[in-house]
């Protein structure tokens, strides 16, 4: 019996000696695997920062991304923009090239007439003067209007304000035009003034807005037709209607009228060139001066524009 105790004993030693390495290389495992788990807690913020600083990266590169799509279109936009103007330059001086060629020859041919060795009649020699006094005011009309535009992309639109009679603008205007109604055989008919018309403007600008007006009425009115002037006021503004019987001004084209370069439909104005400038200096000169300008069109029934100017003259500051 002593003897298995003593068996059972030594077997209980060797058993807790077992347990006990066991014990210690558990321990070492656990404390192995704390330094494990420590170093991984370590490196997953070190990944959480290095996301969070990638996400950042990510949208100040969004924004960067953004911020440059932006400006890609905007130099795409000012890109197509220099292209288009180069364009209108182009036709411009095409145009130009064209308009100012018609006058100069009939002057030229006008000249070579009354500079033969044989002088013409008196009659035949004033109507060749009348000619070319004509194309004289159409070619001094058209440079009148570049250097206007000149002006106007300068900044420098001033007005040389004075009191004055409307009637006295709107009669050297119509006069200005009187050659070329005459050799389309439009009548331009102003309605008469009960009284004269004070007000305070610019004359020599007020008369190249009139001109221009009326020489558009013109050039586009049908052989035979009236252009037609009419003259409201009150004592704060005066408002001058003048109406043509052409062929009206499509819808969607209206609104583009007083664009700087703007031609309208060429079906129309392939037959009719001009600078596209008049209508848009126009519009630049009666708002300095206070006032404003517009149209009311009918296709086939004509156009009607109208200028409405303050007694008062520009605005202040202009």
Do not use: C
Not at 84 to 105: G, I, N, Y
Not at 158 to 170: K, N
């Amino acid at each position: 019996m002593s003897d298995l105790l003593q068996t059972l004993v030594q077997a209980f030693d060797r058993m807790s000696g077992a347990y006990e390495v066991m014990a210690r290389r558990l321990s070492g495992q656990i404390e192995q695997l704390e330094a494990e788990r420590t170093a991984l807690r370590g490196q997953i913020s070190d990944l959480s920062q290095q996301q969070a600083a990638l996400l950042r990266s990510n949208q100040d590169l969004a924004r960067l991304t953004a911020d440059l799509s932006g400006k890609v279109a905007l130099l795409q936009h000012r890109t197509e923009e220099v292209v288009r103007q180069d364009q209108l330059k182009s036709d411009l001086l095409a145009t130009v090239s064209h308009e100012l060629r018609t006058p100069l020859t009939s002057i030229k041919g006008a000249l070579s007439v009354l500079l033969t060795e044989d002088p013409p009649a008196p009659e035949v020699r004033a109507e060749f003067l009348g000619i070319a006094h004509q194309n004289v005011g159409r070619v001094m009309r058209l440079i009148g209007n570049f250097l206007n535009l000149t002006q106007l992309e300068a900044g420098q639109i001033g007005l040389s304000l004075r009191p004055l009679d409307l009637a006295e603008v709107l009669a050297a205007s119509v006069e200005q035009v009187r050659g070329l109604a005459a050799e389309r055989r439009v009548s331009v008919q102003v309605e008469p003034f009960a009284a004269p018309v004070p007000l305070t403007g610019d004359p020599e600008r007020l008369e190249s807005v009139f001109i221009n007006l009326l020489d558009n009425a013109v050039k586009f009115s049908p052989e035979g037709a009236d252009v037609a002037v009419r003259v409201q006021a009150d004592p704060q503004w005066v408002t001058v209607h003048v109406r043509d019987r052409g062929p009206g001004i499509p819808p969607d084209e209206v609104p583009r009228v007083f664009e700087r370069f703007f031609r309208g439909s060429p079906a129309v104005t392939r037959q009719l060139p001009g600078s596209g400038l008049g209508l848009h200096i126009s519009k630049v000169i009666v708002e300095a001066h206070g006032g404003r300008i517009g149209v009311e069109s009918r296709l086939t029934e004509g156009s009607t524009f109208t200028v409405s100017l303050p007694r008062g003259g520009s605005r202040p500051g202009v």
